[in-house]
């Protein structure tokens, strides 16, 4: 069971997220409808794939301070030299952690002016249209970033919450960064076989436990997307009880459930400990895959409820949320 949401699953996650402008006009014809009628009057900034209107999350006040400083410092090294590739970058990840998704995205593009070649620049820009629910736009820039980054060594990619990380703490790299978003936007989509191979992929790439769970984990669940069961077991076979996991228990918990381990409804069951705000962010964690077992084992009726709940949550930025969203969709159009 999850026992709490570390610094770095919680930067890749509650983040909420904005659009492009060039869909802004679309989407507005949607006639999309509010979630909560309290914050109806803020500009919204998606409509998810089930045409709700989706808002910028608020941020605890102490969280709030340290995004808001690191933004600062963003915008000043930003000011003095405007075409410094890492400061195009950073700039674009802080306002991204602060929601401000349209703006992010607005950045890497204008930074991609002056650095047509910048896998970093694709990756990130397309890891926030998948926030955006754009995974077309999505996939063409991952895409580019993987032929991009074949020219490259391995280069770490420092994580970019702006709170104290553990000190064993070891960053992604670029590298695993782009193929884990890449292998996310192609099963979004529903395009599973190439999911799967962006995950073989990112599999080449994952240099700890913890990315090594998470990649195991929409691996196997893309290859049974697949009807592929034999070779998704086979894909459960690198995971044991004692794998050094510190941030992707989630995941781990997921993949133990796979494997006859734990209980799915154990996984339902998020610990006390967990802050309330956050739990429906453990939710959408835990139980998309929760969602997936039931319908992989016939009990699809519950496996929907499950992801039902899921997008009842607040936290619509999270990957699981935006799975469980593109699910519910395939299973409205094919009524």
Same mark, same amino acid.
């Given at each position: ?45 998606? /409509?998810?794939? $089930? ?95 993987? *032929? ?12 970019? *919450?702006? *709170? ?90 997921? $993949? ?10 154990? $996984? ?12 429906? $962010? ?7 895959? /929760? ?14 409820? /499950?992801?039902?709940?899921? /997008? ?24």
């Amino acid at each position: 069971m999850l026992k709490y949401i570390s610094p770095i699953l919680f930067a890749f996650l509650i983040t909420a997220c904005g659009t492009s402008s060039d869909e802004k006009d679309q989407k507005q014809d949607m006639e999309p409808t509010a979630k909560d009628d309290s914050i109806s009057k803020k500009p919204y900034q998606a /409509v998810s794939l $089930l045409g709700d209107t989706l808002y910028a999350l608020d941020i605890e006040e102490e969280r709030q301070k340290q995004y808001d400083s690191a933004l600062d410092v963003a915008l000043e090294n930003y000011k003095n030299a405007p075409q410094n590739l890492d400061n195009i970058v950073w700039l674009g990840r802080r306002l991204a952690y602060l929601g401000r998704y349209q703006e992010a995205i607005e950045t890497y593009t204008k930074g991609l002016q002056y650095f047509p070649n910048s896998a970093e620049l694709y990756r990130h820009r397309g890891h926030r249209f998948i926030s955006t629910r754009q995974f077309d736009r999505a996939i063409a820039d991952l895409e580019r970033s993987a *032929i991009l980054v074949k020219s490259i060594p391995i280069s770490d990619e420092a994580n970019g *919450i702006p *709170i104290p990380l553990p000190e064993d703490n070891k960053p992604s790299s670029l590298q695993f960064n782009i193929f884990y978003h890449l292998g996310l936007a192609y099963y979004l989509e529903g395009q599973y076989g190439k999911a799967a191979e962006a995950y073989e992929k990112c599999l080449e790439y994952s240099r700890t436990d913890d990315e090594i769970a998470a990649t195991a984990d929409w691996l196997y669940m893309a290859y049974r997307r697949m009807g592929e069961d034999e070779v998704a077991e086979e894909t459960l076979a690198m995971i044991h009880e004692d794998m050094d996991i510190k941030e992707n228990e989630g995941y781990f918990e997921r $993949l133990l459930m796979y494997k006859g381990m734990v209980e799915p409804d154990s $996984l339902l069951n998020i610990n006390a400990d967990v802050p309330l705000a956050d739990r429906d $962010l453990a939710l959408a964690t835990q139980g998309y895959g /929760v969602g997936n077992f039931y319908m992989y084992n016939g009990e699809k009726q519950l496996g929907k409820q /499950v992801l039902e709940n899921i /997008v009842e949550g607040r936290h619509w930025a999270a990957f699981g949320y935006i799975a469980a969203e593109a699910d519910l969709a395939r299973m409205r159009q094919q009524r």
